[in-house]
């Protein structure tokens, strides 16, 4: 029987993993584990931020409340809402909102190689802590697009903003609209006016070889995405000055 070539190809560096001065498999260090009861507590560990175990999301606000999500989509509307307390350096839990109210969840902490982990009841794989939260699809679409079709602002929150450019020639025409926004799970763009008599500014959303939304298409041009502004220097160094001369250092002009 011939073997394919392709798998002949993937097949080869096997034999050359397994030579006989690499016999020896180096085995990784083991994880540092901290458990629950063995950490400081003089030196708490922030637990704001964003919680994930692979599958699933939960924000924990510095306001007190939370937000949990069964995907890694924040866009999405949460599956559970609610409020959080701290017990100790080590605990805390999560009330939630729904009715009936379900018991509270207890959150254990430990730590893995010095990354902050938790144990969340009821939910079986261990939570890892983040203070951002992972990417998806819509983070691309955030920000400012401008062009010919005016400028729209994509927020957040999935509210827009868009506002005309340039002169109108119209009678009656729209030149500012608000409203709601979301990219769907099979990649379209919704937009929603908030005003019931407005139709949506955007036609037409423009796709690149990946599928991916690089512009919109509005009555009046189109829109691309703007890079974001420079982030500012915290302390800019002055620029470097020339040592003023001392006037024992000149020397005599020569006669």
Request: proline letters at 13%; glycine letters at 6%; zero cysteines.
């Given at each position: 029987?011939?073997?394919?070539?392709?798998?002949?190809?993937?097949?080869?560096?096997?034999?050359?993993?397994?030579?006989?001065?690499?016999?020896?498999?180096?085995?990784?260090?083991?994880?540092?584990?901290?458990?629950?009861?063995?950490?400081?507590?003089?030196?708490?560990?922030?637990?704001?931020?964003?919680?994930?175990?692979?599958?699933?999301?939960?924000?924990?606000?510095?306001?007190?409340?939370?937000?949990?999500?069964?995907?890694?989509?924040?866009?999405?509307?949460?599956?559970?809402?609610?409020?959080?307390?701290?017990?100790?350096?080590?605990?805390?839990?999560?009330?939630?909102?729904?009715?009936?109210?379900?018991?509270?969840?207890?959150?254990a902490l430990w730590l893995r190689d010095d990354v902050l982990m938790a144990d969340v009841a009821r939910l079986k794989k261990p939570f890892i802590h983040s203070a951002t939260p992972p990417r998806v699809p819509s983070d691309e679409?955030?920000?400012?697009?401008?062009?010919?079709?005016?400028?729209?602002?994509?927020?957040?929150?999935?509210?827009?903003?868009?506002?005309?450019?340039?002169?109108?020639?119209?009678?009656?025409?729209?030149?500012?609209?608000?409203?709601?926004?979301?990219?769907?799970?099979?990649?379209?763009?919704?937009?929603?006016?908030?005003?019931?008599?407005?139709?949506?500014?955007?036609?037409?959303?423009?796709?690149?070889?990946?599928?991916?939304?690089?512009?919109?298409?509005?009555?009046?041009?189109?829109?691309?995405?703007?890079?974001?502004?420079?982030?500012?220097?915290?302390?800019?160094?002055?620029?470097?000055?020339?040592?003023?001369?001392?006037?024992?250092?000149?020397?005599?002009?020569?006669?």
């Open positions: 029987m011939r073997i394919p070539a392709l798998m002949f190809l993937l097949a080869a560096p096997l034999f050359a993993a397994t030579s006989p001065q690499d016999a020896t498999p180096r085995e990784a260090p083991a994880p540092r584990i901290v458990s629950t009861l063995a950490m400081d507590p003089e030196s708490p560990r922030e637990i704001v931020g964003w919680w994930s175990d692979g599958r699933s999301l939960i924000e924990v606000a510095r306001d007190g409340r939370y937000r949990r999500w069964n995907d890694l989509d924040r866009f999405d509307r949460p599956s559970d809402v609610g409020r959080w307390h701290r017990e100790n350096h080590a605990v805390f839990w999560l009330n939630s909102y729904l009715l009936p109210a379900p018991p509270p969840r207890r959150v679409l955030v920000g400012r697009w401008r062009g010919p079709g005016g400028e729209l602002r994509l927020d957040p929150d999935l509210t827009y903003t868009w506002s005309r450019g340039g002169t109108v020639d119209a009678p009656i025409a729209i030149t500012s609209q608000r409203g709601r926004w979301r990219l769907l799970a099979d990649g379209r763009l919704l937009i929603e006016p908030f005003a019931v008599n407005q139709r949506p500014m955007i036609r037409v959303a423009i796709l690149d070889e990946a599928n991916r939304i690089v512009e919109l298409a509005s009555d009046s041009g189109g829109l691309r995405l703007q890079p974001p502004p420079p982030r500012p220097v915290a302390n800019p160094e002055p620029p470097a000055r020339e040592a003023a001369e001392e006037p024992g250092d000149r020397r005599p002009s020569e006669s």
